[in-house]
């Protein structure tokens, strides 16, 4: 989870600003495909900072969206330069925008077009964007006060038209309003918080060619041919009323009963918990933030009893492949030479190094120590963003086992290796045609190791599997970095199905009765059918086991009202300690915080009276914090829609939580580190 954004340098300083705008567009929108040079000219020159508030002025050049009055957003700057190079501008058009807002992208557009008509549903957001425009010179930008959806008829017809908000359906006014050949960029979706983005050509009088564009995220377009009105939002005016206050109190109570409260992590009883897990397969234990201590800490107490009291023979991370390996080899005590590489060594760093995760390793190496060989639990990686580690890793192997198989390899995996820096260019030049695909090569280097699986196997099971495995993630990764300009649901759902088959492997690997816990983030284990990242096309790991083990998957979500988080605040970005925000009025977490218990279980499978359509089975916010948390954006960026109970099996609450303790990473930086975490 979270936003993928490169690093700017923060600064307040205002002087600043136009080399920080200059950097932004070529890192986040030139570099990201934009070409249109009309439009990265125009990106160029308008001042973001001055359409925000003063106190979000030093944030104007991240790439993301940011809040303006009346609840409404500014939008992402890649975003804006997307949807208006999608118009197809060559200077001099008359252009309808929808959805004023702060008035910033209305100054983009007006920079390449002739005349800029932008309309704006909120009174205050359309005074205060005419003013801005007006003070800034922004002469050929005329603001009107109104519902969009109904277009400006006045001065059509437009050669193009932008919508900045999501709708449920094209407004009619709009197609109306478009001169022939003209083009209408907008959002639409069924769903009120993530739409298509949708390009709309008019043809001839009465037709038009659509295409879908992207995936997108846009505040509701609100109006006559729009959304009657925002649904279960309180910000919003016209809001669907508030559920009588018994009810809910009904509900906590109801809550607070059914919670099975513990006094620490140590102390809890788990045998109730065992017993509903029963025979089940995998076990899958999330996290609503990828930086909270009592996570991590619950998470291992959980595992070390399925391990000890049920037999379970692997932890499977998100983390990738080769780094996780290091830590099996650990765990069970197999002799590896020393590499040369640092395990866990790229961003984020807190994730799995940590106390609590070193504690746990620690743990896990101890009961070994006392367990047959072949017995000994193990611990594997499903993540995919190891690429190059991985093709080192085969080809080492190969180098060892098979030294002309190797000289193949090497040259099938030399493909990638211009690459080896920035995986990412190399999914953009394949796609643009720029660079052939190295797809072919990469599924050749698989398929040969396969085909010589029983040789190889013979001679030591756990390293081909471990050759296996790179081999397989480098295949999943190439394609990843291919389709990640497709849009998220496709680059989402190649990831999960990666961690899914790898878990099957894994199994199948271990034996018929083998089991398996799962570590990963709420996001992956929970189910995502129930969840509004169904209504966007997304599937998960949680959703994929459940319709493949049925109840034979138990899904564990956690969740935490405030407290310290470990994140960063972009991608690639320093880690840091942050406050967490309280939870939102209106989420899953405030009803579990109304209980005024510290700490619990809730057993939802078998609570099925607790979680009908009018308890806990109504759809409510869920908060998610992944690497990165932006508090600032936090209903926006950090918040979706659930049905807890459908989505877990069973839910832990930490109402107060803690940051992680991030190991010291000078090792990171320099020596050999000969073991996981190099203390
Ligand atoms: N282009 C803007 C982004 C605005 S966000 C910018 O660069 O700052 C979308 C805006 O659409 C919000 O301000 C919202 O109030 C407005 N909006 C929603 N429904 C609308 C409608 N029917 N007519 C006009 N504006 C609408």
Same mark, same amino acid.
């Given at each position: 989870m979270g936003v993928l954004t490169s690093t700017p340098a923060r600064s307040g300083d205002e002087t600043s600003f136009p080399s920080l705008r200059k950097a932004m567009v070529e890192r986040d929108i030139a570099a990201r495909g934009v070409r249109d040079e009309f439009v990265l000219e125009a990106m160029r020159k308008v001042p973001r900072e001055l359409f925000l508030p003063k106190n979000l002025h030093e944030f104007a050049y991240e790439d993301a969206p940011l809040p303006i009055a009346g609840d409404q957003t500014i939008s992402q700057p890649y975003i804006v330069a997307f949807m208006v190079e999608a118009l197809m501008l060559k200077g001099g058009e008359k252009v309808l925008e929808i959805g004023a807002g702060s008035g910033y992208a209305a100054a983009v557009l007006s920079e390449i077009a002739a005349n800029v008509y932008t309309v704006e549903r909120l009174g205050p957001l359309a005074e205060t964007a005419a003013r801005t425009l007006a003070d800034l010179g922004y002469d050929n930008v005329h603001v009107l006060h109104g519902d969009?959806?109904?277009?400006?008829? &006045?001065?059509?017809?437009? &050669?193009a038209i932008i919508v900045a908000a999501g709708g449920p359906q094209i407004p009619e006014s709009l197609k109306e309003q478009l001169k022939i050949g003209g083009r209408l960029v907008i959002p639409v979706g069924s769903d009120q918080r993530s739409q298509e983005l949708v390009r709309v050509t008019r043809v001839s009088a009465n037709e038009y060619r659509s295409e879908d564009i992207a995936d997108v995220r846009f505040v509701p377009l609100i109006g006559e041919e729009g959304w009657p009105t925002v649904k279960n939002d309180s910000r919003m005016p016209g809001r669907a009323p508030r559920p009588i206050s018994s009810q809910r109190e009904m509900l906590v109570r109801n809550l607070a009963d059914a919670a099975e409260p513990f006094a620490s992590i140590e102390a809890a009883d788990l045998d109730p918990l065992m017993e509903r897990i029963g025979p089940a397969r995998v076990v899958l234990l999330g996290e609503a933030t990828h930086g909270t201590s009592e996570f991590y800490g619950m998470r291992a107490r959980i595992t070390r009893d399925l391990i000890v009291k049920k037999g379970f023979r692997f932890v499977a991370i998100e983390a990738d492949w080769p780094d996780a390996a290091r830590v099996d080899h650990y765990v069970r005590h197999f002799q590896y030479p020393p590499s040369e590489w640092t395990a866990f060594a790229r961003f984020p760093t807190w994730m799995w190094r940590n106390a609590e995760m070193r504690d746990f390793v620690s743990w896990l190496r101890k009961h070994n120590g006392g367990v047959e060989r072949n017995k000994r639990a193990a611990c594997h990686g499903l993540d995919l963003y190891s690429l190059y580690d991985s093709i080192r890793c085969v080809l080492n192997y190969l180098d060892q086992v098979d030294p002309k198989s190797a000289r193949v390899a090497r040259e099938r995996y030399g493909c990638l290796t211009p690459w080896q820096r920035d995986p990412a260019t190399y999914g953009h030049a394949a796609l643009t045609g720029s660079y052939p695909t190295c797809e072919s090569h990469v599924v050749r280097a698989l398929t040969d190791l396969l085909e010589k699986r029983r040789t190889y196997a013979e001679h030591d099971g756990d390293r081909f599997l471990d050759a296996e495995q790179n081999a397989r993630l480098v295949a999943s990764a190439e394609r990843y970095y291919r389709i990640m300009y497709y849009g998220s649901r496709a680059s989402w759902n190649l990831r999960d199905n990666h961690m899914f088959e790898t878990l099957k492997n894994l199994l199948a690997y271990h034996g018929p009765d083998s089991k398996a816990v799962v570590w990963a983030h709420n996001s992956h284990v929970g189910n995502a059918g129930a969840t509004e990242m169904a209504a966007r096309g997304e599937y998960n790991l949680g959703q994929l086991c459940r319709s493949e083990f049925g109840d034979g998957a138990y899904m564990v979500g956690f969740g935490t009202h405030s407290g310290t988080v470990a994140a960063a605040s972009e991608w690639d970005g320093p880690m840091e300690i942050k406050a967490v925000r309280p939870s939102h009025p209106e989420s899953y977490e405030r009803l579990c915080h109304a209980t005024g218990l510290p700490r619990f279980m809730l057993a939802m499978r078998e609570r099925g009276d607790l979680c009908g359509s009018g308890g806990l089975g109504k759809e409510r916010l869920e908060r998610a914090v992944g690497v990165i948390y932006r508090p600032d954006t936090e209903l926006g960026s950090h918040y979706f829609r659930a049905v807890l109970p459908q989505q877990f099996d069973e839910y832990v609450w930490f109402d107060d939580s803690c940051a992680v303790t991030p190991l010291e990473t000078a090792e990171i930086k320099g020596l050999p580190d000969t073991y996981p975490f190099g203390v």
């Open positions: 969009g959806t109904r277009g400006w008829p &006045d001065h059509a017809p437009y &050669d």
